[in-house]
């Protein structure tokens, strides 16, 4: 418990989480989604980032390297759910330049840890 406090407080350890199963909320569908974004200002980049951190049916959002620049995990209850999201979240935002969406078959491996 010593060792966990100390990790706490340096700062190592930053959250402390429980996993639900997505499912078990209704949340039956995970969509990976690459976005490539029109300008790159820093603006716009930011104002990105802030509506992704606000919409609730993106659980992770990583700013990426390569042809996209970002790469969201979508939890969504189903297709309809995850069209009202595209149609309200990345249609509506005018840096978006384009996304592709790649629905989930089966999740083979998560495990949100670090190798220390």
């Not at 407080?9 to 402390?16: K, L, M, N, P, S």
């Not at 390569?66 to 939890?75: K, S």
Request: hydrophobic share 45%; net charge positive; glycine share 2%.
């Amino acid at each position: 418990m010593r060792r966990i406090n100390r990790l706490r407080a340096d700062g190592i350890i930053v959250a402390d989480i429980s996993l639900v199963d997505p499912k078990a909320l209704g949340k039956s569908l995970t969509v990976v989604v690459t976005v490539e974004l029109d300008r790159e200002r820093l603006d716009l980049v930011d104002d990105f980032k802030r509506a992704m951190r606000a919409a609730r049916e993106v659980t992770q959002c990583y700013m990426v390297t390569g042809d996209a620049d970002f790469v969201l995990i979508v939890a969504v209850e189903d297709v309809e759910a995850f069209d009202v999201f595209v149609k309200t979240k990345l249609y509506t935002n005018q840096n978006v330049r384009k996304f592709k969406s790649m629905i989930t078959l089966d999740r083979v491996k998560f495990e949100p840890r670090v190798l220390a």
